[in-house]
């Protein structure tokens, strides 16, 4: 046994030493795998991202190019059958719809209100006594299909709207669902038209072209 006891050294440090190495991996060996279990979702976090930014921007094109459309387009201002109906009556005909083609698109309504007039408007400006505007600002929750189906239900719309704005943004909980804030513009001839939509000389100083 003698002749064993100069390796007591080498063996005793060589079991402190695996001691050492077991102990850093029991400490560390979670932690780890923990970092790279977090380092795998940020990863699939970051891809989720860019494919909703994607899907962000394909609306937000979408959007543009209908609103370019819609200006384009010079549809007909909307025009009572009856005359001497009050600015109540004129707007809910147009809102009933646009609150119909939301319904219809499965999109809910978080808030929405309306302002009679905008005073920005040139229609508004020189020409108050034969158009009536209102601007309808909305809240509404929706996914990406649905809003862009609504989006093109304002643009088959027979009438005009104005797509004053929409932002879009991520719902927090659920990047599926979009939190959208619209705003349109609303366009009613105060009695019914005697001429064409399209006045072909500007209205006291108004363009002739449906207001943008």
Do not use: W
Not at 109 to 136: Q, R
């Amino acid at each position: 046994m003698d002749k064993y006891k100069k390796y007591y050294g080498v063996m005793i440090f060589a079991a402190a030493l695996f001691a050492l190495f077991l102990a850093v991996y029991l400490i560390l060996g979670p932690r780890i795998a923990e970092t790279s279990n977090l380092k795998s979702n940020i990863e699939n976090q970051e891809n989720q991202l860019s494919s909703l930014k994607s899907k962000i921007t394909i609306v937000q094109n979408k959007i543009k190019k209908i609103k370019n459309s819609i200006v384009s387009s010079q549809k007909k201002i909307y025009s009572p059958i009856e005359s001497d109906l009050g600015n109540d009556t004129l707007f809910f005909t147009l809102y009933n719809d646009v609150i119909e083609m939301l319904h219809s698109n499965s999109i809910k309504i978080k808030t929405i209100e309306y302002t009679y007039n905008p005073e920005t408007d040139s229609f508004v400006k020189f020409g108050k006594d034969v158009y009536f505007v209102c601007d309808v600002e909305m809240e509404v929750v929706s996914n990406y299909v649905n809003l862009g189906k609504f989006i093109q239900d304002v643009y088959q719309y027979p009438y005009y709207i104005k797509i004053n704005n929409i932002e879009v943004k991520p719902y927090a909980k659920d990047k599926k669902v979009l939190i959208s804030n619209i705003s349109l513009r609303l366009y009613a001839h105060t009695s019914p038209e005697q001429t064409e939509d399209i006045p072909t000389e500007p209205i006291n100083g108004a363009t002739s072209p449906l207001p943008q």
